[in-house]
């Protein structure tokens, strides 16, 4: 499995908070939001920061009275998934609450899904998505979506990782339409593992790969 490095270089002048993220996929009508994945505080100017992740992507289901930008979805559980066997992972949101044995699925290769049992409404206030880990060996959620009794949720976790001078928790809900000046870091393609990202005085973005 390929680890990857991302490190986040302050040369703005001015002590900044950055945050990396992912774009949330559609799924219809739902909206699915992105949340924060890594989060650097208050990194000073000359100073820098970094993760390292690998491509292990995790089935995640939590709780929330609403999922709006500002929650913090930081509770529940998680389900290691194989994109490349299309795995799916069933729900019960009654006692043990929580998800089920991972088997193959049917949806196309690169995406995962999550079947919801019946016994639970809209009211539980359950959230379905994906995880990563990072900073924590606990998966953070990076895209979030309200679950639906007896239905099957299917996503398609992306590569690009966006990063930006915002300030957040990891698990918060973030409104991507809202920030500006965001740079991508993708791998895709690429023979180099370690990304490095640079804010200049002008508060622009470049990113260097090695």
């Known amino acids: 499995m390929t680890t990857y490095t991302i490190q986040v270089f302050n040369q703005s002048g ?16 739902t909206p699915v939001f992105a949340n924060a994945w890594v989060t650097f505080n208050s990194i000073t100017t000359g100073g820098f920061d970094s993760v390292i992740y690998d491509d292990s992507v995790y089935a995640y289901w939590g709780t ?9 979805v930081s509770s529940g559980g998680v389900a290691l998934v194989d994109l490349s066997k299309s795995d799916q992972v069933p729900f019960a949101g009654s006692a043990p609450t929580g998800f089920g044995p991972v088997t193959q699925g049917q949806v196309p290769p690169g995406s995962f899904s999550i079947v919801a049992g019946a016994d639970f409404t809209p009211a539980s206030g359950f959230v379905f ?6 900073a924590s060996p606990i998966p953070v959620p990076v895209a979030t979506i309200s679950a639906q009794p007896n239905t099957v949720f299917t996503f398609t976790p ?19 339409t809202e920030i500006s000046g965001s ?8 023979p180099q593992t370690t990304a490095t990202v640079i804010q200049n005085a002008s508060g622009t973005f470049v990113v260097e790969y090695s």
Do not use: R
């Open 129 to 134: 998505g994906w995880a990563k880990a990072a």
């Open 14 to 29: 001015v002590a900044k908070s950055y945050v990396l993220f992912m774009q949330p996929p559609q799924s219809g009508g």
């Open 158 to 176: 992306g590569n690009q990782v966006f990063v930006t001078d915002y300030a957040s928790v990891p698990g918060q809900v973030i409104d991507v």
């Open 183 to 190: 740079i991508a870091v993708d791998f895709t393609g690429k």
């Open 64 to 72: 929330s009275d609403t999922l709006a930008p500002g929650t913090v």
